[in-house]
């Protein structure tokens, strides 16, 4: 059953990781798990430090520059299906590289996670603006 | 750390559950989680019964109708991010409609899932050719 927007905002809002979707200017999809702060219908992903290699660190930072559309994912498995859920927050993403303006975003990612309290990301932010919430639970 | 193909292939190969990245024709993103089933560079993913919504059922395989280029991601997340790894299989996808084509791959799906032995799949197959194995692991 589809669940109402506030529930899917709440869902992710909880989620540890979500994997984020991104396409090239040829429409060629490109996934990576990330961490995520989400504030209504903002969601704020981190650029790490050193990126683990340049082509991954940069890949959907390239892509958003040239595509906005990205999707988001977060999703519960379980061998009883009948407790699979998914929401999905569809929007546009824009970096943020200004430091004034990415000091919001990074203190909530620092509220959420230890790892950004004990070493602050010093990289450009991604901002997600959410346009669809979509969610399912199988119960 | 970037592991081996085989090391991404047998990953992905243990895992229960992968998100897929599809795109529309206008280069908008579209994600879902999914089971699936990997022999060599070919991963099959079942359509199930009863697709939850028409949109959400059908709108992976409009996709892959108008834009083979998929991207297939399976991840471990771990509040210690020393443990965290990824892998991701970008390729081609397909759709398998055959009854006589669809046989293998759902015998594969059904040899993973009970779910899929109880009640066997009876809708199409998509089948991705994997061109590229990704993957990382953070030790």
Redo the contacts between chains.
């Keep these: 059953m589809?669940l109402s927007e506030t529930e899917a905002r709440s869902l992710l809002g909880a989620e540890?990781?979500a994997?984020l979707?991104?396409?090239?200017?040829?429409?060629?999809?490109?996934?990576?798990?990330v961490t995520f702060a989400a504030d209504g219908d903002r969601v704020y992903i981190a650029i790490d430090h050193k990126p683990?290699?340049t082509t991954?660190g940069l890949k959907r930072l390239h892509n958003i520059e040239r595509?906005p559309?990205?999707?988001?994912?977060a999703?519960h498995?379980a061998?009883d299906?009948t407790a699979?859920w998914?929401v999905?927050a569809?929007g546009q993403a824009s970096i943020i590289s200004d430091s004034a303006e990415v000091a919001g975003p990074i203190e909530l990612l620092a509220a959420r996670y230890p790892?950004y309290r004990d070493h602050r990301p010093d990289g450009p932010v991604i901002a997600i603006t959410v346009t669809r919430w979509?969610s399912?639970s199988a119960s």
Excluded: C, F, I, M
């Design positions: 589809n540890r990781v994997r979707a991104t396409a090239d200017e040829g429409g060629r999809p490109h996934l990576v798990p683990k290699t991954t595509n559309n990205v999707s988001l994912l999703d498995y061998e299906w699979l998914w999905r569809d790892q979509s399912w």
